[in-house]
């Protein structure tokens, strides 16, 4: 079992910025890829950006290239998502997510990120 805690997340006027980070322990060895998800009211959860274990590689929506960045938080086993230029759009519930090599998907229990207009 991977279990994953996220932090920060919170208020912010549209242009404002955020930083949330997540951390993954018990079995972290197992896992390939680390990223965010968010599930905004009234639609599919869907990726944010991924970051794989090994070599960095990154993939991010469309919609957030150039605003947000993926990293990762010191440790191997943590994740931080730097989020800048928000919008009112950016609003959802942001989930941390942990993906094993056996492709076993962990998620965060949610963290609200709310952008004011």
């Known amino acids: 079992q991977v279990q994953l805690v996220e932090s920060g997340g919170g208020l912010v006027q549209a242009g404002g910025s955020l930083r949330l980070s997540c951390e993954a322990s018990?079995?972290?060895?197992?896992?390939?890829?680390m990223g965010w998800y968010r599930r905004a009211p009234g639609k599919e959860r869907e990726l944010v950006a991924i970051?794989?274990?090994?070599?960095?590689?990154?993939n991010y929506a469309e919609s957030v290239k150039g605003r947000f960045t993926i990293s990762r938080d010191g440790a191997e086993n943590t994740v931080a998502l730097r989020m800048s230029s928000l919008k009112p759009e950016d609003t959802a519930v942001y989930y941390c997510?942990?993906?094993?090599?056996?492709?076993?998907?962990?998620w965060g229990q949610g963290t609200q990120v709310t952008v004011s207009s």
């Open positions: 018990g079995f972290s060895d197992s896992i390939g890829a």
């Open positions: 970051m794989t274990r090994y070599g960095g590689g990154t």
């Open positions: 997510n942990a993906r094993t090599w056996q492709q076993v998907d962990y």
